[in-house]
């Protein structure tokens, strides 16, 4: 094997012949291979093929068979034409690449690459494709041309300096990524979608359609509200005067009635209304309502604006009259008229079927003591135990419940307008309270012990008929409760069991 190539000339010759066919061969089988396949790679293996090779081939002759001096004309005109085709091959790949990466977000739906990050590695492929033309084939001393370029770049920088400010505020958006293509952000009253960042500046695109130009060095520098991260979930938050007429229960729900209803409006979180300030003659509501998209807030704030003009009849709650009116404000009188009188107790008492057959005096006497209450929903409007009046509901719905240590509430029975509540003297023994809570907004006529023992001791059929609805409630939470021990004791034995069993 030592004499089989006695002459290194021959050693290059028989590689040559050998390599140069193959390499050829394989080059043009692999090109078809790609375009079957429609492959972006063609271009680049036909570069190959083409001008890489035969050029490669051609200064491996020169070099190791005629023994041509590298400082030769034509053979560095020959080197150039090589390293151009290779550099021409390296940035026809990477532009294959390039496009991929920047069809990445359509395919794969992750955030894309910024065009600046990617023209990096093209233009580094240049500078080392001029470093090679230059010092390596033609052999041109770049030392003094570097000692001048640096003097020069100290010059350009003083006078660029905003400029090169720019550049460099773009890398470090760039290496921070507080904002993506795609985005929509708001900085310094300027919001918009991100349509490219560049190594100079930051495209974006407002809601007018119209294309804003922001200074890399501008962002660098300002607080970016970014509305797309961490998440795209937006709150949008809309507030609404109402008039103080309406119950806040009742304007609440109207509220929530449209905010479920407004197009765009997720349903989780669910949206959710604060009252802000109660005023004279308005009350200030907040509705927050949230969106995956903030591009839509615009039109979901006015949407909601629209259904809360049309909900507002359907529930009854008015809206406060844009008009401007004078007011002559008596106090006094606004008061007088505001005050429940006797004879507004006496309708509602008229209105309830057990005191509708009272004798009218017996009704005078009730509504001359008795007082009107509103209770909010949710509210407990009695305790036993801590209450002794006599309770008869107006409006609205209550529920009879006993609260217990440790558990939660047992329902017991439901209160419709009309019915009456209160004292129970004859409550059976249990560890907790029996309580009435406000299933809606009611109104609750309050008769005071005295006034309620002096109108039962005159009408003995009313005193009759509280006396049995007591005793039945009295056997209803009795029923309940033993239910509940059973049930109770149920699930202890069978805890008890699985404990043993384990």
């Not at 795609?182 to 930051?202: F, K, L």
């Not at 809601?207 to 060095?217: A, T």
């Not at 023992?453 to 059929?461: C, K, L, M, T, Y």
Request: aromatic share 6%.
């Amino acid at each position: 094997m030592r004499n089989l190539f006695p002459d290194s000339n021959a050693a290059w010759a028989a590689l040559v012949i050998v390599l140069l066919p193959l390499l050829i061969i394989g080059a043009g089988e692999l090109e078809e291979r790609l375009r079957q396949r429609d492959s972006k790679f063609q271009a680049t293996v036909s570069t190959i093929r083409i001008w890489v090779v035969p050029l490669l081939t051609l200064w491996i002759l020169a070099r190791a068979l005629l023994d041509i001096d590298e400082g030769n004309f034509f053979l560095r005109v020959e080197a150039s034409a090589l390293v151009l085709a290779m550099a021409v091959t390296g940035l026809s790949a990477f532009r294959v690449v390039v496009e991929r990466l920047a069809d990445r977000p359509r395919r794969t739906g992750r955030r894309p690459i910024p065009r600046l990050l990617l023209a990096l590695p093209r233009l580094l492929l240049i500078l080392v494709a001029l470093w090679l033309l230059i010092a390596g084939v033609w052999r041109v001393d770049l030392s003094a041309a570097l000692t001048a370029l640096g003097v020069t770049s100290l010059v350009i920088s003083l006078a660029l300096q905003d400029t090169l400010s720019g550049i460099a505020s773009g890398f470090t958006l760039l290496a921070d990524q507080p904002f993506a293509a795609g985005d929509w952000i708001e900085s310094d009253e300027i919001e918009g979608r991100v349509i490219d960042v560049n190594w100079r500046a930051t495209r974006v695109q407002d809601r007018n359609g119209d294309l804003v130009v922001i200074p890399n060095g501008q962002l660098a520098t300002a607080t970016i509200t970014n509305f797309d991260r961490p998440t795209r979930l937006h709150r949008v938050m809309v507030p609404v005067q109402i008039e103080r007429t309406a119950t806040p229960t009742a304007a609440k729900e109207m509220l929530l009635d449209a905010a479920r209803s407004t197009p765009g409006v997720v349903a989780e979180p669910a949206p959710y209304v604060w009252v802000t300030q109660i005023a004279d003659p308005v009350v200030d509501y907040q509705a927050y309502m949230f969106i995956e998209d903030y591009t839509l807030a615009p039109r979901v704030k006015a949407d909601f604006g629209s259904l809360v003009w049309y909900l507002s009849y359907r529930h009854d709650v008015p809206l406060p009259n844009p008009a401007q009116d004078l007011y002559l404000f008596d106090g006094a009188k606004t008061a007088i008229e505001a005050r429940t009188t006797s004879a507004d107790i006496r309708r509602c008492l008229v209105a309830a079927p057990l005191m509708a057959e009272l004798d009218d005096d017996v009704l005078d006497q009730l509504a001359s003591s008795a007082s009107l209450t509103r209770f909010e929903r949710g509210e407990t409007i009695i305790v036993e135990g801590e209450q002794s009046d006599l309770l008869l509901l107006h409006e609205g719905r209550a529920r009879l419940s006993v609260r217990q240590d440790g558990s939660d509430d047992l329902d017991v029975l439901d209160f419709d307008a009309g019915e009456v509540f209160g004292v129970m003297d004859e409550a059976p023994e249990m560890d907790g309270a029996a309580l009435v809570v406000a299933m809606t907004d009611c109104d609750v006529v309050t008769i005071p012990p005295a006034a309620a023992g002096r109108v039962i001791s005159e009408a003995p059929d009313l005193a009759a008929v509280l006396e049995q609805i007591a005793a039945t409630r009295r056997r209803r939470i009795h029923r309940v409760l033993r239910h509940h021990e059973r049930d109770a004791a149920a699930a202890t034995e069978t805890a008890t069991e699985d404990g043993d069993d384990s």
